[in-house]
Nanobody, 117 residues
Framework: QVQLVESGGGLVQPGGSLRLSCAAS????????MGWYRQAPGKQRELVAA???????KYVDSVKGRFTISRDNAKNTLDLQMNSLKPEDTAVYYC???????????WGKGTLVTVSS
């Protein structure tokens, strides 16, 4: 069983910054594609950013230039630095680990980010 635990969510004013972290257990972290997803009320969950085991990175267009995803394989952690936050970024953010070759996918419980004045 792989366990993912998110932290760092909270309330921030528009234009502010937050840093989300995901701590992962298990011995397969280094070969997994890791990602951050978010879900706002009444909307479907969407991919925010992802990083492969080889370091390839993808962002949704709405966060390009503002968010930065990174991973530390030695510590089994995944981070998301969020700058210039907007009210539209308000959502529950989820950490995800994907190993398609093994047909395995894991989710954290989520952390709430609220952007409001």
């Amino acid at each position: 069983q792989v366990q993912l635990v998110e932290s760092g969510g909270g309330l921030v004013q528009p234009g502010g910054s937050l840093r989300l972290s995901c701590a992962a257990s298990g011995r397969i972290f280094s070969i997994a594609t890791m990602g951050w997803y978010r879900q706002a009320p009444g909307k479907q969950r969407e991919l925010v950013a992802a990083i492969t085991s080889g370091g390839n990175i993808k962002y949704v267009d709405s966060v390009k230039g503002r968010f930065t995803i990174s991973r530390d394989n030695a510590k089994n952690t995944l981070d998301l630095q969020m700058n210039s936050l907007k009210p539209e970024d308000t959502a529950v953010y989820y950490c995800n680990a994907d190993l398609p070759l093994y047909v395995m996918n894991y989710w954290g419980k989520g952390t709430l980010v609220t952007v409001s004045s």
